[in-house]
């Protein structure tokens, strides 16, 4: 069976043939080379299991040979779009089957159409692939882990904030979160997360990493951000203390055991010990041996996260009624710390796409250098053929910070690049969700690893932010702007959001010449409009339009 569409959830068969008929049915996400359904790419095989596991993912059912019977399973979920049923004496027909979709009752609260049927179709998998992961916690895929891993939830928890009314989702989630931190401040990579993983588990010394730990702080962050709720901050406010105060001692009192001599002073802020992910899954790496890839120093993403999440901590702290001082003197000093040991002669040392986004959206570098490391990334897209070449953390903010740098011209193009590592290259294969893995199906049509991970459909949010130009200047759209920034060939543009005041609209058109816009303001609430000619204006509740003349650019290819 083809459901046409990847799904979570689970198949309802209505013919189960005669008493005694003993089915089999399996689900994927793929086909093989002979057109059947392949689990292979779902099989965990990782250093520190003693063999490769099943995949599971299979149901067995004996027929009953009762009237009107149904099989559907109610204790479990798959992700898949394809299923093979085995052992039934019959043909099946579509009126046979149903695929059922299984997820959290969220409440839609944004929408993105376009001129672009491609663009169109990826916003429409990072929908599904949030929507199927959105199972009681944020899973990261449906099928091989279903596990609520921290980092994938911090860097989506803005794009599903749009989309879907996830406070409540994400207030639970977090009370898991807070649950699982261990008493010395370290956060979890899973919440909730199972006993083997815990402290006396095998993987304990994999916990606590830069990037992932940080969602205790970004996730109220944002959902404070979409709604206006200071509960939130304050409920979490000892969990965040907590693992900033783990964080500031181990870069004052550890050393990476690469670094020898006398310790200079901005070291105390230099976050380079413990174990991180890094840049999880950049276009082409792997992390090799797992000894030297846990050993490995990883300062440049720690102390970088340790700056941003200290700085989300003074401006939470002033919210709260609590001394930001403490934080703010943190946030200043792990900066110092990444400039003193990660730019030299005015560039990077670390010289990849994802060290310059983190650099440019967390606000490391000197403002006179902004510039030039902008131009830098600018190059290394160029030599990556136009190619996106980040990993799970930075890719959120590739296209926001090439756009905000003057190069929306480059954002557009590694937004469509066709081939891989890049979005398009998902949508050309015909995936209805978004991969986990850059090359989630290889050229010769093999699937690799999770083919429904929404971490890396967070690019919508470009989409939402930036093309149809809806974005928020105070905490639950009390105030916004909306300033679409036309580009990559598209010739219309609209954008929907439920916020709290009530809907909030952008829409364009594009032809002969002359840009379109229209813009509905909610209630309580005011907007600032700017066109791509850089007029503004201010609008208050109401429906507003407006034009002016605009230059339809070359889609870039």
């Not at 109610?74 to 049923?85: I, L, M, N």
């Not at 710390?337 to 010289?351: H, K, P, T």
């Not at 509905?520 to 409009?529: D, K, L, N």
Request: glycine share 10%; net charge negative; aromatic share 8%.
């Amino acid at each position: 069976m083809d459901l046409g569409q990847n799904i979570n959830g689970w198949l309802r068969l209505t013919d189960l043939g005669p008493a005694g008929t003993e089915l089999t049915i399996t689900h994927g996400e793929w086909l093989d080379g002979d057109g059947d359904v392949t689990v292979a790419n779902l099989e965990p095989d990782l250093p520190f299991l003693p063999h490769r596991l099943p995949a599971g993912q299979v149901d067995a059912v004996v027929s009953a040979g009762v009237p009107g019977e149904v099989f559907e399973p109610r204790r479990t979920t798959h992700g898949f779009r394809y299923a093979r049923v085995e052992g039934h004496p019959g043909p099946l027909t579509v009126d046979d089957v149903r695929g059922v979709v299984v997820h959290t009752d969220l409440r839609r609260t944004g929408w993105f159409t376009c001129s672009d049927p491609r663009l169109q179709a990826l916003h429409d998998a990072a929908v599904w692939s949030f929507r199927d992961n959105a199972c009681d916690i944020p899973t990261d895929c449906p099928h091989r882990e279903r596990h609520g891993w921290t980092g994938d939830w911090q860097l989506f928890v803005p794009t599903a904030a749009f989309l879907y009314d996830v406070a409540g989702f994400s207030t639970k989630w977090l009370r898991d979160v807070a649950a699982d931190q261990w008493p010395d401040g370290t956060v979890a990579n899973v919440s909730p997360s199972p006993r083997h993983e815990g402290r006396e588990g095998p993987i304990a010394l994999l916990k606590g990493s830069a990037g992932w730990g940080d969602a205790c702080v970004i996730v109220p962050w944002e959902i404070h951000r979409a709604h206006g709720d200071t509960d939130v901050l304050a409920e979490n406010w000892p969990t965040m203390v907590r693992w900033l105060e783990r964080a500031e001692t181990m870069a004052r009192e550890q050393r990476h055991p690469t670094r020898t001599g006398e310790p200079a002073p901005h070291e105390r802020y230099l976050w380079d010990t413990g174990f991180h992910w890094g840049e999880w899954l950049e276009p082409g790496e792997g992390p090799g041996p797992m000894d030297a890839f846990v050993a490995a120093d990883k300062g440049d993403v720690a102390t970088a996260f340790l700056a941003h999440s200290a700085g989300l901590m003074a401006r939470i702290a002033g919210i709260i009624g609590e001394d930001p001082t403490r934080w703010t003197a943190l946030a200043d000093g792990a900066r110092d710390s990444w400039q003193r040991e990660y730019v030299r002669g005015g560039r990077l040392v670390v010289d990849t796409q994802a060290t310059h986004v983190r650099a440019l959206a967390f606000d490391l570098v000197p403002a006179d250098l902004r510039a030039a490391v902008a131009d830098r990334l600018v190059e290394l897209v160029r030599e990556a053929g136009g190619h996106l070449g980040t990993g799970f953390l930075a890719t959120p903010d590739l296209l926001p910070v090439l756009a905000d740098a003057g190069h929306l011209g480059t954002a557009y193009e590694v937004l469509l690049a066709d081939g891989e590592p890049g979005w398009m290259a998902m949508v050309d294969a015909g995936s209805t969700t978004v991969w986990e893995r850059w090359d989630g199906v290889r050229p010769d049509g093999t699937p690799h690893e999770s083919l429904n991970h929404y971490s890396k459909g967070a690019v919508v949010s470009f989409l939402h932010r930036y093309t149809a130009g809806i974005s928020l200047l105070e905490p639950a759209y009390r105030r916004f702007r909306v300033a679409p920034r036309p580009g990559g060939g598209l010739t219309s543009a609209s954008a929907a959001h439920e916020c709290p005041y009530g809907r909030v609209e952008s829409a364009w058109s594009l032809a002969d010449g002359r840009f379109e816009l229209t813009v509905v303001v909610p209630a309580g609430t005011s907007a600032e409009v700017v066109l791509p000619d850089g007029t503004t204006a201010t609008a208050g509740p109401g429906t507003h339009t407006y034009a002016c003349t605009h230059a339809l650019e070359d889609v870039p290819r």
